[in-house]
């Protein structure tokens, strides 16, 4: 990675932060495990990364800590979204029905 | 096979997607489309990384089915009590991901450099592999002892053990120290190029054990801000993973991630007028001194019977929900109470404590599973000032949020933290299976005021019999 490359991550680093803090500050109380769980869900991101290491031709050892990679994140990604809406689904209004 | 340019196009619309996805979820309204809207993000995102070309699909595809069926039976049966269990889960699942995507990267660059004798990875990808490492295992390992407290596998006391402190630190030190000599590249003769794997190894195995010992000395009553912390370290792992692949997407996800779960870490904190240094590092309540006043007086028991007398002439009751209330299932019980108390003519509202129960908003959920609408929850700063003019209030399994000595007593360890004013009402009356200290082992006067009255036994079982005597009458 070249140092140019290096600053400009760096950068959408730095700018993603203040994004992150300013997005949050201000959640009513009642969101706050929807918005951990929910946001959790986000963190599974990490699956791109896991998808990227198995590129064809790669080392076995690679290949099956790729895969894994590839399960827990989706675990991550499916499990969070699933039980975030769940919760989400169960917040209502006075007055409205059930499901 | 899309270009590179295509993918970034797509990266850049699934950051849009993700950031009105978290912006959505903050506002009750919009919450449940902004979880979707955020899950239509991760779809781009994932199908925009498959179309790269060049990738192994087999082994993508059983990594994707196996993982989608575990996360699938998980959401679709944990029940609403073991919601704070599930989600420390998964939270260390995405953990461990980002540490196999750091060790699978590494593994791969280093056989490749054996092989063609050039080195073929830079200090700043190496750091970056170690930062995803470190902060990806102790957030898995964190995540599990969380998870076995939380689901009662492991005392929710805090364990700890002589010179804790001083081992952690002392690991820290380890910690870093190896990722410095990791990242170091020298020429391929070099005695630290040669021992490169063997560091590596080293630094995976100091940060699973780091998530062990930082977790295991924090008591139960402090896993909210853990929970919360936990997600904000998972998400950063995640951002290291992109720095290793220099990948856009998982930077900016990554970086959002990590910076709202440190806001909720804040807010949690704040809620128990704790620094963040002093929830990880003090073991609270493991310490037996911490209050000076001797609990005086006797406390007052009411049987169900009495309670219902009182209820029924009321004409307002707010409800204070806390652990106990989850662990005795009561919030159905609860909500069929406040029904009949406002078929009654009564005024109703539930009082949540920002960290009551297990997890940020744990209560809020369970209420939410029970159908109290969202308009009667309030918090403590709303219904603190009009609490005098409250005719009952119900503690519910709540101990440490309504303890009166966090106003009087500048002696007790929890001195100074926000509570719910309970015990101003006309009347309280205090669910309790006994009368024991709470989860963080400090007495509570409230059970010995003047107009409290304790309520003894399952929470369940006392709010259904005060139902009963409501149906009869």
């Known amino acids: 990675m070249d140092a140019q490359t290096t600053v400009f991550l760096l950068f959408i680093l730095m700018l993603s932060v203040f994004l992150g803090i300013e997005l949050i500050s201000r959640v009513p109380s009642q969101l706050h495990t929807p918005l951990m769980s929910g946001s959790n869900a986000i963190s599974g991101i990490t699956i791109v990364g896991a998808v990227l290491s198995l590129s064809s031709g790669s080392e076995t050892i690679t290949a099956v800590l790729g895969t894994a990679a590839v399960a827990c994140a989706t675990v991550n990604v499916v499990g969070g979204y699933l039980v975030t809406d769940r919760m989400l689904g169960m917040f209502r209004k006075k007055g409205q029905g059930e499901g | ?473």
């Open chain 2, 1 to 473: 096979m899309l270009s590179p340019f295509l993918i970034d196009m797509a990266y850049i619309v699934a950051a849009v997607f993700f950031i009105f996805g978290l912006k959505m979820l903050g506002k009750a309204d919009t919450a449940r489309r902004g979880n979707q809207v955020s899950a239509m993000g991760m779809m781009i995102a994932l199908v925009a990384t498959l179309l790269y070309g060049g990738l192994d699909y087999t082994y993508i595809l059983v990594g994707i089915a196996i993982g989608g069926g575990i996360g699938l039976f998980g959401a679709k049966t944990v029940a609403m009590t073991g919601m704070p269990e599930m989600v420390a889960l998964f939270n260390g699942t995405g953990g461990i991901a980002s540490l196999l995507v750091g060790w699978a990267e590494f593994h791969q660059s280093y056989v490749e450099t054996a092989a063609s004798g050039v080195i073929g990875y830079s200090s700043f990808t190496l750091f970056a592999i170690f930062l995803a490492s470190v902060i990806g295992g102790l957030t898995f390992t964190g995540s599990i002892v969380a998870w076995a407290k939380l689901s009662g596998k492991l005392p929710g006391k805090p364990v700890l053990f002589p010179g804790q402190q001083v081992f952690n630190v002392l690991l820290l030190v380890v910690v870093l120290a190896a990722g410095i000599a990791f990242a170091l590249v020298g020429d391929m003769s070099d005695p630290l190029m040669m021992a490169k794997y063997d560091i590596y190894l080293v630094i995976v195995a100091v940060g699973l054990i780091l998530g062990v010992l930082a977790v295991i000395g924090i008591g139960g009553a402090d896993m909210p801000v853990v929970i919360a912390l936990l997600n904000s370290y998972s998400g950063l792992a995640a951002c290291a993973t992109g720095f290793i692949i220099a990948n856009k997407v998982l930077i900016v996800s990554g970086a959002l991630v990590g910076a709202s779960g440190l806001i909720l870490t804040t807010i949690m904190c704040k809620a128990m007028n704790r620094s963040l240094a002093n929830v990880l590092f003090s073991g609270f309540g493991s310490t037996s001194g911490g209050s000076a006043k001797k609990n005086e007086g006797e406390a007052r028991v009411i049987t169900a019977e009495d309670a219902f007398l009182v209820l029924e002439a009321a004409g307002s009751v707010v409800f204070v929900p806390g652990y106990g209330m989850a662990v005795a299932q009561a919030q159905h019980a609860v909500r069929e109470l406040g029904d009949m108390l406002e078929d009654n003519g009564c005024e109703v509202k539930y009082a949540i404590h920002p960290v009551a129960g297990r997890m940020p908003g744990h209560m809020n959920v369970l209420l939410a599973e029970a159908n109290v609408p969202y308009e009667q929850l309030v918090e403590p700063d709303d219904v603190n000032p009009i609490m005098e003019t409250v005719d009952v209030c119900m503690v519910i399994g709540a101990n440490d949020v309504v303890n009166p000595s966090a106003r009087e007593d500048e002696d007790s360890t929890i001195y100074g933290m926000p509570i719910i004013d309970s015990d101003l009402a006309r009347t309280t009356f205090v669910l309790k299976r006994s009368l024991g200290a709470g989860y963080a082992g400090i007495g509570n006067p409230l059970f010995f005021k003047d107009n409290t009255r304790m309520l003894l036994g399952d929470a369940k079982d006392s709010v259904s019999t005060l139902v009963a005597e409501f149906k009869q009458n």
